[in-house]
């Protein structure tokens, strides 16, 4: 009787829920464990390292490849090397068109808001405009308004000096307190755009470092006090990254 085969070496695997039976199929699996060998941005792979980066024997490998083949996920090439099809592309593609930002940006504008008792918003710019795409209200009573849509200058408010310093073009305003850094903390904006209205924002990226909006707190001067800033900064800060990862960036 011969040996067992080894099972694929998987990488972030998904893991059933506590308390439910794993559901799984073996040959799925093994097929996907191949896929799963080029993550490392590998262009091409002979059977030899297939087999070392997976765990399964070649004549396993051979007998799975036929079939990714077929549907266009694996090529071999002349001199028996493997690399991926175009498929996995195509689905990358189909994957970015339902992407939705909002499934991303909501959760982090509420853990905002919670944290900060502020209102949290999402900008994109839009012309010489900030458009806010995605906005949460403070749940205090004296608190700044913005809805959804509404469109804002630009040249005034850390939101509008973040967008203008990673678009294309763009440039912050020569007057503005701080320069937007990949990197550096929020910018702070006190009383530029209203005498009576304090805001904090920061850049947010996806794949390949792409900017994509600014995330930003604002709310009544007098709450933005050098105490309550650095607080909130730090919030800021972490939510920013944390979504730029989210995104792929």
């Not at 020569?174 to 009383?191: C, Q, R």
Request: hydrophobic share 40%.
């Amino acid at each position: 009787m011969s040996a067992p085969e080894a099972a694929p070496r998987r990488r972030g695997r998904p893991r059933a829920s506590p308390g439910q039976p794993e559901q799984k199929v073996e040959a799925v699996e093994r097929a996907l464990g191949i896929l799963e060998a080029f993550a490392d941005g590998s262009p091409r792979l002979a059977l030899a390292e297939l087999a070392a980066r997976t765990g399964l024997y070649p004549s396993t490998i051979l007998r799975l490849a036929a079939s990714l083949e077929r549907f266009g996920y694996l090529l071999r090439e002349a001199d028996g090397r493997f690399r991926l099809g175009p498929t996995p592309l195509r689905l990358g593609v189909l994957y970015r068109r339902s992407f939705d930002l909002a499934e991303f940006v909501r959760p982090a504008l509420a853990r905002l808001v919670e944290a900060t008792g502020e209102t949290a918003a999402f900008y994109v710019r839009e012309g010489e405009q900030r458009i806010c795409l995605y906005r949460q209200h403070s749940p205090r009573l004296l608190r700044h308004h913005v809805e959804e849509g509404g469109a804002l200058p630009l040249d005034r408010g850390a939101s509008g000096h973040v967008l203008r310093a990673f678009t294309p073009g763009g440039v912050p305003n020569p007057g503005a307190p701080n320069p937007v850094m990949p990197g550096a903390g929020p910018w702070v904006s006190l009383g530029e755009r209203d005498p009576e209205l304090a805001a904090l924002a920061m850049p947010v990226f996806g794949r390949d470092r792409r900017f994509l909006g600014a995330l930003g707190l604002s709310g009544p001067l007098g709450r933005f006090q050098p105490a309550e800033r650095d607080h909130m900064a730090a919030v800021l800060a972490a939510e920013a990254a944390g979504l730029s990862r989210s995104l792929g960036g």
